[in-house]
T-cell receptor, first 110, second 112 residues
Framework: SQKIEQNSEALNIQEGKTATLTCNYT??????LQWYRQDPGRGPVFLLL?????KEKRKERLKVTFDTTLKQSLFHITASQPADSATYLC?????????FGTGTRLQVFP | EAGVAQSPRYKIIEKRQSVAFWCNPI?????LYWYQQILGQGPKLLIQ????????DSQLPKDRFSAERLKGVDSTLKIQPAKLEDSAVYLC??????????FGPGTRLTVT
């Protein structure tokens, strides 16, 4: 079955810097991959979807890349702000359902 | 538009008791999902409905968990009897075409 790896350690960065989060998977490349944001006590919120034939997708300060050779997706937040502090979940498509990673907690400090 | 509604938000029960959770998806969303999220982990799919039919329930512990979706709209998830390891947040989500999913706030279940 598909295995997803996200850095379980929290990522701490300074406001204004670019945050880069990693999502690695072990088996076949999914048809698409999604990123979600989750705040404490709340459900995940959809951010971006990238398909296997797309290399990069952008939305405002967010950028996602998808490298099927490396079996990796990178999620970037440019000009990070304290309000970006949250847990970010990677989710892969697997036979029409999503498999979620454990998430990486991002802390942006002033 | 209104988001996905879930109730209750919190529930504390003793092991071997039963519990039920309710979900009202976004209007017009044909696909409804129930996830279990244990502390420190990502959501794990329990069951997926397309309208009122089950698409995937391969990870639903059917000896104790059951779910139904009435008339293709609201859904309930039941646990009977509960075990200590069922302590988790139960998330309901809905989607239009199975891509981006919209999640409710979740129900935090504590089994003592």
């Amino acid at each position: 079955s598909q295995k997803i790896e996200q850095n379980s350690e929290a990522l701490n960065i300074q406001e204004g810097k670019t945050a880069t989060l990693t999502c690695n998977y072990t088996n076949y490349s999914p048809a698409y991959l999604q990123w979600y944001r989750q705040d404490p006590g709340r459900g995940p919120v959809f951010l971006l979807l990238i398909r296997e034939n797309e290399k990069e997708k952008r939305k405002e300060r967010l950028k996602v890349t998808f490298d099927t050779t490396l079996k990796q997706s990178l999620f970037h937040i440019t000009a990070s702000q304290p309000a970006d502090s949250a847990t970010y979940l990677c989710a892969l498509e697997d036979t029409d359902k999503l498999i979620f990673g454990t998430g990486t907690r991002l802390q942006v400090f002033p | 538009e209104a988001g996905v509604a879930q109730s209750p938000r919190y529930k504390i029960i003793e092991k071997r008791q039963s519990v039920a959770f309710w979900c009202n998806p976004i209007s017009g969303h044909a696909t409804l999902y129930w996830y279990q999220q244990i502390l420190g982990q990502g959501p794990k799919l329990l069951i997926q409905f397309q309208n009122n039919g089950v698409v995937d329930d391969s990870q639903l512990p059917k000896d104790r968990f059951s779910a139904e979706r009435l008339k293709g709209v609201d859904s309930t998830l039941k646990i009977q009897p509960a075990k200590l390891e069922d302590s988790a947040v139960y998330l309901c989500a809905s989607s239009v075409q199975g891509y981006e999913q919209y999640f409710g706030p979740g129900t935090r279940l504590t089994v003592t």
